[in-house]
C-alpha cells in the first residue's frame, strides 16, 4: 500500500516562529488532507486539498498539494503557544476509500 | 450538533481477554470507520461502514477483530483474544457521504492496554 512519509518528526521552535512541515509519498494521491491532533483526542481537519498545484490557507495555516500529487506541505506562520499538539498529514488515492496518514509532526512552541 | 462520542475512553486487559468499544457517530452520518493509532504512529484504518453494510475491512486482522453496525447507527468493535501488540487508541469517525470529499469528524478514542 501506499507510504506516507512526514518529516519532520518533531519540532521546538519559539513563539512567533514559523513552521513548515511536509509529506511526500510513494504513489499518487487525489486527496490530501492535514490534520492536527491534541493529547487525549482525536485528530481534527485543518485543511483539506483537492487539486494537484492548489494552495490554501486556513487563517495562519498554509498547506499546497504538489504538482506531481505525490508531496504536500502545510506551514504555520507566526506559531503561538496553542499550536502545539501533532500534525498529521493524509492521502486518498483515486478509490476515496480510506485514507493514510502520515506518522506525524509534534509540534512544541516555547513561549 | 454533538460529536462522535466512544466508550469506553480508558480500557486496561489482561492478554487473551476479550475486550469491546462502542462509538455513536454524528447524527446523520451514514459512513462510520474505526482506525487504529499505534503510539507514536498515524491512524490506521481498520474497517468501513456505509449505513450497516461493510465497504473495506481489508485492513482489519479478522482472526480476532470483529466489528458490527447493525442498525446503520452506533457501532461496537470487538476484539478475542487480544495481545500485547493490540494496546493501541481505538478511533471512530463518521462522515456524511462514502469517499468523496466529505470531513471524516473523528470521536476522542478508546486508549487500550494490553497487559
Known amino acids: 500500500g501506499q507510504q506516507l512519509n512526514q518529516s519532520p518528526q518533531s519540532m521546538f521552535i519559539q513563539e512567533g516562529e514559523d513552521v513548515s512541515m511536509n509529506c511526500t509519498s510513494s504513489?499518487?494521491?487525489?486527496?490530501w488532507l492535514w490534520y492536527k491532533q491534541d493529547p487525549g483526542e482525536g485528530p481534527v481537519l485543518l485543511i483539506a486539498?483537492?487539486?494537484?498545484?492548489e494552495l490554501t490557507s486556513n487563517g495562519r495555516l498554509t498547506a499546497q498539494f504538489g504538482i506531481t500529487r505525490k508531496d504536500s506541505f502545510l506551514n504555520i506562520s507566526a506559531s503561538i503557544p496553542s499550536d502545539v499538539g501533532i500534525y498529521f498529514c493524509?492521502?486518498?488515492?483515486?478509490?476515496?476509500?480510506?485514507?493514510?496518514f502520515g506518522a506525524g509532526t509534534r509540534l512544541t512552541v516555547k513561549p | 450538533e454533538a460529536g462522535v462520542a466512544q466508550s469506553p475512553r480508558y480500557k486496561i486487559i489482561e492478554k487473551r481477554q476479550s475486550v469491546a468499544f462502542w462509538c455513536n457517530p454524528i447524527?446523520?452520518?451514514?459512513?462510520l470507520y474505526w482506525y487504529q493509532q499505534i503510539l507514536g504512529q498515524g491512524p490506521k484504518l481498520l474497517i468501513q461502514?456505509?449505513?450497516?453494510?461493510?465497504?473495506?475491512d481489508s485492513q482489519l486482522p479478522k482472526d480476532r477483530f470483529s466489528a458490527e453496525r447493525l442498525k446503520g447507527v452506533d457501532s461496537t468493535l470487538k476484539i478475542q483474544p487480544a495481545k500485547l501488540e493490540d494496546s493501541a487508541v481505538y478511533l471512530c469517525?463518521?462522515?456524511?457521504?462514502?469517499?468523496?470529499?466529505?470531513?471524516?469528524?473523528f470521536g476522542p478514542g478508546t486508549r487500550l492496554t494490553v497487559l
Open positions: 486539498l483537492y487539486k494537484a498545484g
Open positions: 469517525a463518521s462522515s456524511s457521504v462514502w469517499g468523496g470529499d466529505n470531513e471524516q469528524f
Open positions: 447524527s446523520g452520518h451514514a459512513t
Open positions: 493524509a492521502g486518498q488515492d483515486s478509490t476515496l476509500r480510506d485514507m493514510r
Open positions: 461502514f456505509q449505513n450497516n453494510g461493510v465497504v473495506d
Open positions: 504513489s499518487i494521491f487525489n486527496t
